[in-house]
């Protein structure tokens, strides 16, 4: 199954929405080079573009937030506090056991956590970016 950015994960904000596709597609590329035998070293290569570009994209959202006074930014910013450490403890099991079943259900699960971010939360603050613009 690809992950894709449906109409009902499009939030409205052009910078978000393009972070959040190129988001699914590393995504994408991660479950692609598991499932294709490429091996740990690939997958684990992919696994850290994917850490690094989840930092980024956490950080551009928390930067509208705060230049915006956006009131729901202690939360906001906690999710994401939190979810940077799951995906950090993530790698170091790919980094240790590559992609086993595990590691991917794991996987699996926390892109479906991040998915109901998108939809829920990311599009309640693109909407407040969209109003105060
Ligand atoms: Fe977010």
Not at 21 to 35: H, R, V, Y
Not at 48 to 76: C, I
Request: hydrophobic share 30%; aromatic share 8%.
């Amino acid at each position: 199954m690809k992950y894709e950015l449906t109409p009902d994960l499009v939030t409205g904000n052009k910078l978000i929405d393009s972070e959040h596709k190129q988001l699914l597609s590393t995504i994408n590329e991660l479950m692609d080079a598991c499932g294709q035998g490429k091996g740990r070293e690939k997958s684990v290569e992919v696994f850290r573009y994917l850490l690094s570009y989840v930092n980024k994209h956490f950080a551009d959202e928390e930067k509208l937030q705060k230049q915006t006074n956006y009131p729901e930014y202690p939360a906001h910013k906690q999710f994401h506090d939190t979810y940077k450490k799951t995906l950090e403890n993530m790698s170091q099991s790919f980094l240790t056991e590559g992609p086993t079943v595990k590691n991917l259900s794991t996987l699996n699960q926390q892109v479906g956590v991040l998915v109901s971010h998108i939809r829920m939360t990311d599009k309640k603050l693109a909407k407040y970016l969209h109003d105060h613009a």
